[in-house]
Structures are given as structure tokens and as C-alpha cells.
């Protein structure tokens, strides 16, 4: 037997059998996968964090949940908040290790969505005013 004919037996071997693998296209599927099993997955975690249990949702998804009004940052992380829990308003001073509550008012209804600045100083005046008083 000559080179040519044993080339030529394993060329139609090769084509008889359907071995040959085209790479480019079973990466593209690959990648199409990859692209479909993440694309799920964002999904799930989007609908869970929109439509999931308490405590997935946005801060301002709950009415009963905590919302930060106003944060004042006094230095290397520490700092005086204001935060509104159902009808309490409480200021907050923060630090790296604890936090202490400052004051607390009691409302009759619940604040708006948009807290402006303008109100969480007005607040803190107070706040303060009435520590310095006492």
C-alpha cells in the first residue's frame, strides 16, 4: 500500500463516520448557553428583589420599614442620622462600633417619600437646641 492510498481510505473514514467537530460553531452554542442560563439567572434575582419575601424588596417597598431621612457625616466614620420607623423619627449618632439614640420624636402620620435637606437640618437644630438646653 502507497501513502495515497492510505490517505485516502482515512479521508473517507473520517467523512463516513461524521467525526469531524466544527469548533466555531459549537462555541457559539456554548456561548448561547452561557448567555441563556445567565440571562435566567438575572432574572430570578431581579423578580425575587421585586415580587420577593420581606426584607428582598427596596428600603421604601414597606411601609413598616426603616427609612433613612438625613445622614450628617462628622468624621472618620462617624456620624448623626435620621431615621423614621412607622410614626417615630429618632436621630441616631453612629459610629464604627456603636450606635446611640440622641432623640426621638413621636408623628402622627408617616412623612413623605422625598425627605428634603432643608427638613433633616430643621430637625437636627432642634435636636441639638434642645441637648445644649438640658
Known amino acids: 500500500m502507497d501513502n495515497a492510498t492510505i490517505a485516502d481510505g482515512a479521508h473517507r473514514a ?31 434575582y431581579w423578580l425575587l428583589r421585586r415580587f420577593g419575601p420581606f426584607g428582598m424588596g427596596t428600603p421604601g417597598s414597606n411601609a413598616h420599614s426603616p ?44 412623612e413623605d417619600n422625598e425627605p428634603s435637606s432643608s427638613a433633616f437640618a430643621g430637625l437636627l437644630k432642634g435636636k441639638v437646641e434642645d441637648a445644649s438646653e438640658s
Open 14 to 44: 473520517v467523512q463516513s463516520s461524521g467525526a469531524v467537530l466544527d469548533t466555531g460553531s459549537s462555541i457559539f452554542a456554548t456561548l448561547g448557553y452561557l448567555c441563556l442560563i445567565l440571562g435566567g439567572l438575572f432574572l430570578v
Open 67 to 110: 427609612r433613612l431621612l438625613g445622614r450628617l457625616y462628622l468624621g472618620n466614620r462617624q456620624s448623626v442620622a435620621v431615621v423614621r420607623y412607622k410614626t417615630k423619627t429618632m436621630v441616631l449618632g453612629v459610629t464604627e462600633h456603636q450606635i446611640n439614640l440622641l432623640g426621638q420624636e413621636e408623628g402622627d402620620e408617616p
